[in-house]
C-alpha cells in the first residue's frame, strides 16, 4: 500500500511542479485614447520566465501611462497654437534572439510617431540569466570585458562598413557612417532557438551610422577568435557548445 502511495505521489509530482500556464494576452498590451495608439508585444518565451514578464509588463504599462499623458499635452498645446494635431503612434516589438539552457535573450524594436516628418525606431536588449533568475548586462557575460570588447569592436566595425558599402554602392565616406563606440548600441548573443547562441547582434538605429534613409544597421555575427577566453564559464556552453 506504501509502495502504491509513493507512485502515486512520483506520478502526480510533475503535475504539481508544472508551472501556471500563461495566457496569450498577457504577451501583448494594447491601449488607444483620441491621442495616441500605443501597443506592445513580447515572445512567448518570455513567459517561461515569471519574474522577467512581469518586470517587463509593469515598465511597459508605465511607458504606456507616460506616452498617453505626454499626447494628450500635445493636443491640447496644438490647440491652443492653432495648429492640427497629429495622432501619435507607440509600437515596441520583443522578439527572440536566444533561448540557451542558462540565458534568455530578447530585442526590442520601437517605433514611435509622434507628429514630425516621420517616425522613429529604436532598439534595446534584455539577457535573462536563468539560474540567478535575473537579468544582466551584455558586459556580464564576460570576465573581463574591455578585453572582449576591444576584440567585438574591430569585428563590429569592419561588418557595419561592408554592409554600408553594400547599400550604398560605395564605400562611405561622411562623418555621418562612422562606426559608431560599440558600448552605446545594444547587444545580445544570437542563436534563435538553437541550443546556443553562436553569434551576437548589435542593433544600430537609422541616424547612428548614416541618413534615415539607409535604416537599421542590424549586425550579426560570429563571436571574434580569441572571445572565448575572455567569456564566463557559467556561460560558455550557451555561447560555444563546449
Request: hydrophobic share 50%.
Amino acid at each position: 500500500m506504501k509502495r502504491a502511495f509513493l507512485a502515486l505521489a512520483l506520478i502526480a509530482a510533475p503535475a504539481l511542479a508544472a508551472p501556471r500556464p500563461v495566457p496569450a494576452s498577457d504577451l501583448i498590451i494594447r491601449q488607444a485614447s483620441p491621442e495616441i495608439s500605443w501597443r506592445w508585444r513580447v515572445a512567448p518565451e518570455a513567459a517561461t520566465a515569471p519574474a522577467l514578464l512581469a518586470s517587463m509588463r509593469t515598465a511597459a504599462l508605465k511607458q504606456a501611462a507616460a506616452a498617453k499623458a505626454d499626447a494628450a499635452k500635445a493636443a491640447v498645446d496644438a490647440g491652443k497654437q492653432g495648429y492640427p494635431f497629429r495622432h501619435y503612434e507607440s509600437v515596441a516589438d520583443w522578439s527572440l534572439a536566444a533561448d540557451t539552457p542558462h540565458l534568455l535573450a530578447l530585442v526590442g524594436e520601437t517605433y514611435a510617431f509622434t507628429g514630425g516628418a516621420h517616425g522613429n525606431t529604436g532598439y534595446a536588449a534584455r539577457i535573462w540569466d536563468k539560474t540567478a533568475k535575473r537579468s544582466i548586462p551584455f558586459e556580464a557575460l564576460f570576465s573581463d570585458w574591455p578585453r572582449a570588447r576591444a576584440l567585438i569592436a574591430p569585428a563590429f566595425c569592419k561588418a557595419l562598413r561592408d554592409e554600408q558599402t553594400r547599400r550604398l554602392g560605395a564605400a562611405p565616406s561622411s562623418d555621418m557612417s562612422a562606426c559608431p563606440k560599440l558600448a552605446e548600441q545594444p547587444m545580445v548573443p544570437w542563436g534563435g532557438m538553437a541550443n546556443r547562441a553562436a553569434q551576437l547582434r548589435v542593433l544600430v538605429a537609422p541616424y547612428v551610422a548614416g541618413s534615415y534613409a539607409e535604416g537599421s544597421y542590424l549586425i550579426t555575427m560570429v563571436w571574434p577568435e580569441g572571445v572565448r577566453a575572455f567569456v564566463k564559464p557559467a556561460y560558455r556552453a550557451d555561447l560555444f557548445g563546449d
